[in-house]
């Protein structure tokens, strides 16, 4: 990762991650540290991380957690989200959501093409199906 990608991811993360990490937290009822993991972004995708990523997960989030059992099924289930970002070539194929261990990891393309990243309804049905 070079410097501009450096503070290309920096300024994201100050400006934006905090407020989506506050937003989640209340959401769900719990602390649920959400970790970019910037090494695995080009420049390109980084400035797409807090409105095609952080928002779908957070809206995500909102639905499942829209009642108690919900709630319950994310706080036992889930204690960490994984966020890594992969090339646009091949994204629809090899994009992939994950829950082992108590971490919810999201593996996408969050800036290429629309087949390449999750929408908030198909990370909220994960989330459903897999609680």
């Known amino acids: 990762m070079g410097l501009q990608e450096k503070r290309a991811a920096k300024a994201i993360q100050e400006q934006y991650v905090g407020d989506y990490q506050k937003e989640i937290n209340e959401i769900v009822g719990k602390e649920l540290p959400v970790n970019i993991n910037w090494d695995t972004f080009e420049m390109d995708y980084i400035k797409f991380v807090p409105s095609v990523c952080l928002q779908r997960v957070t809206d995500a989030f909102k639905e499942v957690c829209s009642d108690d059992l919900g709630k319950e099924a994310i706080a036992e289930s889930i204690n960490s989200i994984e966020v890594y970002c992969i090339a646009n070539e091949g994204a629809e194929d090899k994009k992939e ?28 049905e994960f989330l459903e199906n897999n609680l």
């Open 97 to 124: 959501l994950k829950i082992a261990d108590g971490v919810f990891s999201l593996t996408a393309c969050w800036g290429g093409h629309h087949s390449g990243y999750f929408s908030d309804l198909v990370i909220r």
